[in-house]
T-cell receptor, first 111, second 109 residues
Framework: DTAVSQTPKYLVTQMGNDKSIKCEQNLGHDTMYWYKQDSKKFLKIMFSYNNKELIINETVPNRFSPKSPDKAHLNLHINSLELGDSAVYFC??????????FGDGTRLSIL | RKEVEQDPGPFNVPEGATVAFNCTYSNSASQSFFWYRQDCRKEPKLLMSVYSSGNEDGRFTAQLNRASQYISLLIRDSKLSDSATYLCVVNFGNEKLTFGTGTRLTIIP
């Protein structure tokens, strides 16, 4: 059973489109995260939710809107996609003060 | 100064050798520390937590020096399968893990 699963694995779309990435964890963790890893391989946190409440928002453009319907799910919706949004997006989850477990990433390419 | 700083490498090391990475962090109030490993086109995976007294897991040894604000990872008897990027990760106490840029390691047969 996959602990943190995100879909889709690959997403190729045109500039200006709106797209969503979904994430689910079955580890019973309270906290979930979205990270962006760009072409230089730097992994940067975007958002964190704890029990459906937003706790970290790292000055991400408001074209990015996370939604957590319950503590096992954290989805990411992106409006008006731009070329600079091309990256790998990782979802992760953790228990309190515990290391994070990552999904296997969504590779987003903007044409 | 970056919050978490690592030498990006690459480190090219012959099989069987010992290799060590260091990582420095900026916040003396940091609470927990980890080493993650990331293979090419894969997700980061936890390699080991780093404890104040130092800890060992097989061929891997992690050390923490709070006074100098650095952590280290030592890999003994390196294998080809150790080739990966090693990420130093620090929890500054707000449920947010801050990742270093990673150190790329290639083990050469």
């Amino acid at each position: 059973d996959t602990a943190v699963s995100q879909t889709p694995k690959y997403l190729v779309t045109q500039m200006g489109n709106d797209k969503s990435i979904k994430c689910e964890q079955n580890l019973g963790h309270d906290t979930m995260y979205w990270y962006k890893q760009d072409s230089k391989k730097f992994l940067k946190i975007m958002f964190s939710y704890n029990n459906k409440e937003l706790i970290i928002n790292e000055t991400v453009p408001n074209r990015f809107s996370p939604k957590s319907p319950d503590k096992a799910h954290l989805n990411l919706h992106i409006n008006s996609l731009e070329l600079g949004d091309s990256a790998v997006y990782f979802c992760a989850s953790s228990g309190s003060n515990q290391p994070q477990h990552f999904g296997d990433g969504t590779r987003l390419s903007i044409l | 100064r970056k919050e978490v700083e690592q030498d990006p490498g690459p480190f090219n090391v012959p099989e069987g050798a010992t290799v060590a990475f260091n990582c420095t962090y900026s916040n003396s109030a940091s609470q927990s520390f980890f080493w993650y490993r990331q293979d090419c086109r894969k997700e980061p995976k936890l390699l080991m937590s780093v404890y104040s007294s130092g800890n060992e897991d097989g061929r891997f040894t992690a050390q923490l020096n709070r006074a100098s604000q650095y952590i280290s990872l030592l890999i003994r008897d390196s294998k080809l399968s150790d080739s990966a990027t090693y990420l130093c990760v620090v929890n500054f106490g707000n449920e947010k893990l801050t990742f270093g840029t990673g150190t790329r390691l290639t083990i050469i047969p």
